[in-house]
């Protein structure tokens, strides 16, 4: 049962009800903090989950292969058994810091006041919509992203094009495949502006049973139709236009942190990432603001971002208790050539925190992942990685550094790799 709304105060809200929120929420109270609210948008708890209607999600957390609804089902359980409130259908608007944490929430129950100590944005990701990468043409119905795709499959039953476009070749681009099927949709043709798929080669022999044609080294440049979508026009690898009769069109992948609410408090924003700059507690540019799972990195799995939260509870737990070290005096990461992202971008001298950096490579590299500071190479290892592709480096090798570190790729080039980097 939800207490009454109005002015209400926690020792840590969590906004987001996603595996990262979620895990952080549990973990808390394990630890025995004793008010931890969850507050999530959206009806249901779960994140993204609650509509990706196929496995596998759970083996690390629950030991077993499970549908995403399935899935997102147990962490709701999970988190409301351990002793969390959970606020749905409340959306977070704003977060006051000037002196003590005020986050305002607005819903159809009225606005909702919470003070906190602790608070941590899990807003997650989303895709890059139509507008955002810059597609011209008409807007007709039809032009969606996989997230909507899968509501519309999953949740509501609705069914939104039969025979779409699908724009990417990530992972998602991929289950999209299976998506369309559910509905009785087949897709027209996988594009790529790459030319190579994002997703592991291994994973493209999904469209290939489908039947489904796969072209790289092609953009889309134009959507036609007045009411619903009539065609697309391609921009092929020979520079020639060709028009593509279609029913849809899907953006897959491209993801982004749901960064709104963090820009919107003033934190300082990572240009790599798109998310919060942290440091390796989680911590914000404003210490008592944490963040945890996709909004640090686009795209983790479920759960990695679970196993993430989890750590960020701990982190947190200490910290309410006074032990984590000072956030000031960081050094700080900054990615040099052939390298998209570093996470975090601060680490502080003392304590343990999270154990990797996480990196992304900008395209397709093989070389050497090289840390320098001071014009001093501090650290080196090789590094084969396509993008979208996690790479970890251990933070323990950073720890002694008394300046600022970038880190790159050394002996770069864009090659046409199939294997995993040997840093994961
Ligand atoms: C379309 C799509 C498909 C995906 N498919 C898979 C997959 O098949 N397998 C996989 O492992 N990963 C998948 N992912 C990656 C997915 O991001 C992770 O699985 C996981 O959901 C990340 O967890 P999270 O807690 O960081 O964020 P999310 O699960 O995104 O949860 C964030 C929550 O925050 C809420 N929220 C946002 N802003 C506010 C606000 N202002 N106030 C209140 N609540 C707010 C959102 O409603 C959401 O419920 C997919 C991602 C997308 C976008």
């Known amino acids: 049962m939800s207490a009454p709304f109005g002015v209400r105060s926690a020792d840590v809200l969590i906004i987001g009800a996603g595996p990262a929120g979620l895990s952080a929420a549990t ?3 394990k630890l025995g903090v004793a008010h931890v609210m969850v507050v999530e948008r959206e009806p249901m708890g779960g994140g993204i989950p609650r509509h990706c209607g196929h496995p596998p999600f759970g083996i690390r957390e629950f030991g077993w292969v ?8 147990r962490l709701v359980d999970r988190a409301v058994k351990s002793g969390v409130e959970l606020q749905l259908g409340c959306t977070v608007v704003s977060i006051d810091h000037a ?5 305002t929430c607005a819903s159809n129950r009225g606005p909702l006041t919470v003070v906190a100590k602790r608070v941590v944005i899990a807003t997650g990701v989303r895709e890059r919509p139509r507008s955002a990468r810059l597609v011209s043409g008409e807007r007709p119905i039809g032009v969606i992203n996989t997230g909507a795709l899968q509501e519309y499959a999953y949740l509501q039953k609705l069914i939104p094009f039969r ?5 990417g070749t990530e992972l998602v681009s991929v289950s999209s495949l299976l998506t369309c099927r559910n509905i009785g949709a087949k897709p027209v043709a996988m594009i790529e502006s790459r030319n190579q798929p994002t997703v592991r080669p291994i994973s493209m022999w999904l469209p290939r049973l489908l039947g489904i044609p796969v072209r790289y080294g092609t953009h889309l440049v134009d959507i036609k139709g007045r009411s619903r979508v009539e065609a697309v026009t391609l921009l092929c690898p020979d520079g020639t236009h ?3 009769a279609c029913d849809g069109v899907l953006f897959t992948g491209s993801f982004k942190p749901e960064a709104s609410l963090a820009r919107s408090v003033g934190l300082d924003i990572d240009a790599g990432t798109g998310g919060p700059v942290i440091d390796q507690f989680a911590r ?6 944490f963040a945890a799972g996709n909004i640090l990195h686009p795209v983790e799995t479920a759960g990695w971002s679970w196993r993430e939260g989890r750590r960020v509870g701990g982190f947190i737990a200490d910290d309410l208790n006074a032990r984590l070290p000072a956030a000031d005096q960081a050094i700080r990461l900054k990615p040099g050539p052939g390298i998209r992202y570093v996470v975090p971008q601060r680490i502080v001298p003392g304590g343990e925190g999270l154990s990797h950096l996480q990196l992304r490579a900008a395209d397709s590299v093989s070389g050497s992942l090289v840390a320098m500071a001071d014009g001093q190479i501090i650290c080196k290892q090789p590094l084969t990685s396509s993008p979208e592709r996690r790479i970890l480096a ?3 090798a950073f720890e002694n550094a008394n300046s600022d570190i ?10 046409d790799i199939r294997s995993r980097s040997t840093c994961e």
Do not use: K
Not at 99 to 103: A, P, T
Not at 406 to 415: K, L, P, R
């Open 27 to 29: 973990q808390l109270r």
């Open 66 to 73: 499970m549908t995403g609804p399935a899935y997102a089902r």
């Open 99 to 103: 002196d003590d944490l005020v986050v």
């Open 163 to 167: 025979r779409p476009l699908i724009v």
């Open 242 to 244: 060709e028009d593509i």
């Open 284 to 289: 914000t540019s404003e210490p008592r603001i």
């Open 394 to 396: 251990p933070i323990s």
């Open 406 to 415: 970038t880190i790159g790729v050394e002996g770069m080039q864009a090659t």
